[in-house]
């Protein structure tokens, strides 16, 4: 019988992008409302930071179309280069990596890789500007890599198997109730990141009834939360329990 208190074995570390190692979602957010106001869809950033953080263009755009009840003809790969200079503008002044995430790749002694719904040009952009690029080439996947986005289980599957790591030996670190529930779909452990600038108070709560075994709010918690493993997690205690009664 496997012994409950050792930490199960980590054969790879597998980091969403967009908050959780760049501070990235708010101008996400940010660029979401501008690109669908200019083709007369009016949402606010709260909106988007509930609804979209985590998602790919497409699927907020399907998402769009469904809620307005009207077809929203706009060309998917247009309407993503579109977003893509939104966010390199603002990027250009605002972007920082999340704080610790250099220390942490730096004791990291697995192997990483990124796996985000961005578009390769907007993660590969994020992490060349926060000086993350060359941690993670060319292990870098996206979303459009795969048939479904972000909450199924495609991407991150897609991941372990190009890094050729079975899925029960992946820790997934992700900051979006989407990510977490794709991440658990694919049989991977989950530790939730609060640590971005777009997380509210309620955000570790709903990380855990999502399905997180573990929530952090700074990246110096990372390592030692692995190191302890899955029954030291607040996730086995009431909180987890509470939220995921709500």
């Not at 049989?187 to 075994?213: E, K, N, P, Q």
């Amino acid at each position: 019988m496997p012994n409950k208190h050792r930490p199960e074995p980590v054969d790879l570390l597998i980091f969403d992008c967009d908050g959780v190692l760049v501070d990235s979602e708010l101008l996400g957010a940010e660029a979401d409302v501008a690109c669908l106001a200019d083709e007369g869809i009016a949402i606010t950033v709260q909106e988007s930071l509930e609804r979209y953080s985590g998602l790919s263009v497409a699927d907020m755009l399907g998402d769009v179309q469904q809620r307005s009840g009207r077809l929203v003809s706009l060309d998917i790969a247009k309407f993503e280069r579109k977003h893509h200079r939104v966010m390199s503008r603002l990027a250009a002044k605002n972007l920082k990596m999340i704080a610790g995430i250099s220390e942490v790749l730096d004791a990291t002694m697995c192997p990483i890789c990124v796996a985000s719904s961005g578009t390769p040009e907007r993660i590969r952009a994020s992490l060349k500007k926060t000086g993350l690029l060359a941690r993670f080439h060319p292990h870098i996947f996206s979303a459009s890599a795969v048939a479904r986005g972000k909450s199924f289980p495609d991407l991150f599957l897609y991941a372990a198997a190009q890094m050729r790591v079975e899925p029960d030996r992946c820790v997934v670190i992700e900051d979006s109730v989407a990510g977490v529930k794709a991440a658990v779909a694919a049989g991977m452990r989950v530790i939730g990141f609060t640590g971005g600038s777009h997380c509210g108070a309620d955000h570790a709560d709903r990380l855990s009834a999502a399905g997180a075994y573990r929530v952090i709010d700074r990246m110096s918690e990372l390592l030692p939360a692995l190191r302890a493993g899955r029954d030291h997690s607040p996730a086995a205690g009431e909180g987890a329990e509470e939220a995921r009664a709500k």
